[in-house]
């Protein structure tokens, strides 16, 4: 019984390593490959008069902290799906990665946005607090969080494989998608400006999160603009800002709203 028990212990650990791993060399690509197209366009910064640098090798030791929370709730789903607790998945098929890959981009966007809107609360804000110091985020602001913070926004990745025949192809897509798209919309500059990312469109593009950094009260959701739609926590001025990006070569609008608090 205790040989089984380390055998246990040491495949979920090599799946938390495997996981841990690739998600740290995803984040140190993505913020050097940003960080290096942003000092090719600084005329594209949002926020002109502020420069979170300063807070980079706080917000990367924070980051890699909380990473390991996130990899280790995805590598226990995946863990525990192997070990036939979860719900079978779907066989693995171009189409249903595709279609479980869709599903869940909606269901994690209604999770975030709710999360997020739960860290903002009086009761819980102490924990989604340290996040927030980044009034002007950076490429590296994005997994800049408490543990607390991390098991609220990311325990989807664990309770999805309970919930959904997730294969697990789909999963990592999303979680990879998830991460490059969470750096870049913390990278402070604007490239994905368009009639595609404001109104009627559901999509978002940096300048959407760079608001809820500055502003606070504003623009929780994560990959959709959807649900602040609904409940009404679009910033009044985001797709104003997005229709100023939309001509290449144009100057960022300029950002200089204080936080509230």
């Known amino acids: 019984m205790m040989s089984a028990l380390i055998g246990s212990v040491s495949q ?3 799946y938390f390593a495997v996981v841990y791993a690739a998600t740290v060399v995803i984040y140190f690509a993505t913020g050097i490959g940003m960080t290096l197209l942003n000092r090719r366009h600084p005329d ?3 926020q002109k008069n502020r420069n979170g640098d300063k807070r980079m090798w706080v917000e990367i030791r924070s980051s890699l902290s909380a990473l390991a929370v996130s990899a280790a709730m995805l590598s226990f789903g995946y863990f525990a799906q192997v070990r036939g607790w979860t719900i079978a998945p779907m066989e693995t098929s171009w189409w249903s990665v595709v ?8 269901l994690y966007d209604a999770w975030f946005y709710w999360g997020h809107r739960l860290l903002h609360l009086k009761m819980f804000y102490r924990w989604h607090a ?4 980044s009034v002007a985020p950076t490429v590296w602001s994005n997994d800049s969080s408490t543990a607390v913070d991390t098991l609220i926004e990311h325990g989807y990745y ?6 959904l025949p997730m294969p697990p192809l789909a999963l990592a897509a999303q979680r990879v998608f998830d991460q490059v798209s969470g750096m870049i919309g913390h990278s402070g500059f604007e490239y994905f400006a368009s009639s595609t990312s404001r109104w009627p469109s559901p999509m978002i593009c940096t300048t959407f999160h760079d608001l809820h950094h500055s502003t606070f009260r504003y623009n929780y959701g994560n990959f959709f603009s959807i649900w602040d739609r609904m409940m009404g926590t679009v910033h009044p001025s985001y797709d104003a ?18 936080p509230k608090r």
């Open 44 to 46: 594209r910064r949002i």
């Open 12 to 14: 979920y650990l090599l």
């Open 130 to 133: 340290p996040h927030h110091r």
């Open 241 to 258: 800002m997005v229709r100023d990006f939309e001509t290449p070569g144009d100057e960022a609008p300029g950002n200089t709203t204080e």
């Open 99 to 106: 279609l479980m890959f869709g599903v869940s981009m909606v």
């Open 158 to 163: 664990l309770i999805v494989w309970f919930v």
